[in-house]
């Protein structure tokens, strides 16, 4: 693969992996939000991130305009 083949942990934090002619030293801290952002991406792209009613709703005032706007996108 692109990344290679893990071959170690750092710190808890860095994984090693090994290509065949290079090694790669990947945040995995940062891989992980990474994904996690790309997931709720395509989802987000898909229409389908998952949501609900707030339990306890917070009523906001808005100006006419702010809110014919809001209720034009909503």
């Given at each position: 693969?692109v990344?290679?083949?893990?071959?170690?942990?750092?710190?808890?934090?860095?994984?090693?992996?090994?290509t065949?002619?290079?090694?790669?030293?990947?945040?995995?801290h940062?891989?992980?939000?990474?994904?996690?952002?790309?997931?709720?991406?395509?989802?987000?792209?898909?229409?389908?991130?998952?949501?609900?009613?707030?339990?306890?709703?917070?009523?906001?005032?808005?100006?006419?305009?702010?809110?014919?706007?809001?209720?034009?996108?909503?």
């Amino acid at each position: 693969t692109v990344l290679g083949a893990a071959r170690a942990q750092v710190h808890e934090n860095y994984i090693v992996a090994q290509t065949r002619d290079s090694l790669i030293i990947v945040d995995q801290h940062a891989a992980h939000e990474r994904l996690v952002y790309e997931a709720l991406k395509n989802a987000l792209h898909s229409r389908a991130v998952p949501s609900q009613m707030l339990l306890l709703p917070e009523i906001v005032d808005l100006p006419e305009e702010d809110a014919e706007r809001l209720a034009m996108h909503s």
